[in-house]
């Protein structure tokens, strides 16, 4: 993996490609309906964050649930650190969308942190 610098950022991203599984938990519009489990493929990943193409859509702010082998890179212990899990997947909210070319669409999720004050909806989901 290589770090890509942007001094924007709390922490590096790291070029990544590979399978990323995801699931809408919550709709941004609040719906509570989980989605079924769709493919995509990841492009950089930081312990904040990940990147990742798909062409299923969620929207924006939508809560999602995502498996992904970030153990194999050299920051699983910052991810396992700050980021929220259950059963050992990543929980993340849709931060941006943008169409490729090809139609897909790459989506930036930002990691809901262990610590991040969770509105009650989303905090009755893991409990």
């Known amino acids: 993996m290589n770090p890509s610098p942007d001094s924007k950022r709390e922490f590096v ?19 509570r309906s989980a989605s079924k489990m769709v ?7 930081s312990a904040s ?14 809560i999602l649930e995502l498996e992904l ?6 920051i ?5 650190e700050n980021a929220l899990m259950i059963n050992n ?8 969308i943008e169409e490729d070319e090809d139609g897909k669409y790459n989506i930036g999720v930002a990691f809901i942190k262990k610590n991040d004050q969770l509105p009650p909806d989303i905090e009755g989901m893991f409990k």
């Open 69 to 74: 082998d970030y153990r194999t890179t050299g």
């Open 39 to 45: 493919s995509g493929m990841s492009k950089n990943l």
């Open 49 to 62: 964050g990940l990147l990742f193409k798909s062409d299923h859509l969620p929207e924006i702010s939508s």
């Open 76 to 80: 699983c212990h910052e991810i396992e």
């Open 89 to 96: 997947k990543l929980i993340g909210k849709v931060v941006r």
């Open 13 to 31: 991203r790291y070029s990544y490609d590979k399978p990323v599984s995801f699931k809408i938990l919550i709709s941004a519009k609040q719906n």
